[in-house]
Nanobody, 117 residues
Framework: QVHVVESGGGQVRPGGSLRLSCTTSGSVGSIDATGWYRQTPGEQRELVASITNGGMTHYLISVEGRFFIHRDNAQNTVYLQMNSLKPEDAGIYHC???????????WGQGTQVIVSS
């Protein structure tokens, strides 16, 4: 079983930056990818960015060029650097892990991102 701890959310003005952190523990050797999902009221949770163990990244089109996901294997941590934030980037960000091609159905509390002037 994999456990995740998310941190790094907060409130920023449009154009600002935040860095989210996702630290995993437990059966980390079984993880083949880690991703950040965003939840907004009335909307389905969507995958914003992900990174595989091999370093392959994927981004939601609306965040390409502004968000960057990277991993520190020694710390079992995946970071999401969010730059040039827009109000539409706001939401609860959840970290999730993929094991043998299947994303976990267990969700933590996430970390809230507010983008407002």
């Amino acid at each position: 079983q994999v456990h995740v701890v998310e941190s790094g959310g907060g409130q920023v003005r449009p154009g600002g930056s935040l860095r989210l952190s996702c630290t995993t523990s437990g059966s980390v050797g079984s993880i083949d990818a880690t991703g950040w999902y965003r939840q907004t009221p009335g909307e389905q949770r969507e995958l914003v960015a992900s990174i595989t163990n091999g370093g392959m990244t994927h981004y939601l089109i609306s965040v390409e060029g502004r968000f960057f996901i990277h991993r520190d294997n020694a710390q079992n941590t995946v970071y999401l650097q969010m730059n040039s934030l827009k109000p539409e980037d706001a939401g609860i960000y959840h970290c999730n892990t993929r094991v043998r091609g299947i994303w976990s159905q267990s969700w933590g509390q996430g970390t809230q991102v507010i983008v407002s002037s």
